[in-house]
């Protein structure tokens, strides 16, 4: 059974920053494209970055455009977010996703998700 765990969560102030981590029981990990995803409350859950199976290409929304970083550590099977200059607009449950078709994943598709982690930024 795959499981992706999110962690690193946590509430914050405006300003601040938090890593989140996934980690993945895919037992080819390094051949998933990974993303992180959110979603606020009365809100569709939104794509947030994504990154290729490599690590070599990644994408972003525009929203967190030079604050926040997806990178992945593929010995590890994990996939982390790296979240600076957080605003309170940035309050979501965030979700690590993962599919092999990268494009489709940008989409918003993919075939395994996590729990999701709570991220609360106070003004």
């Known amino acids: 059974q795959v499981q992706l765990v999110e962690s690193g969560g946590g509430l914050v102030q405006t300003g601040d920053s938090l890593r989140l981590s996934c980690a993945a029981s895919l037992r080819t990990f390094n051949t998933y494209a990974m993303g992180w995803f959110r979603q606020a409350p009365g809100k569709e859950r939104e794509f947030v970055e994504g990154?290729?199976?490599?690590?070599?290409?990644?994408s972003y929304t525009d929203s967190v455009k030079g604050r926040f970083t997806i990178s992945r550590d593929n010995a590890k099977n994990t996939v982390y977010l790296q979240m600076n200059s957080l605003k309170p607009e940035d309050t979501a449950v965030y979700y690590c996703?993962?599919?092999?078709?990268?494009?489709?994943?940008?989409?918003?598709?993919?075939?395994?998700w996590g729990q999701g982690t709570q991220v609360t930024v106070s003004s």
């Open positions: 990154i290729n199976f490599s690590g070599g290409f990644t």
């Open positions: 996703a993962a599919d092999q078709d990268y494009w489709k994943l940008l989409r918003s598709g993919y075939d395994y």
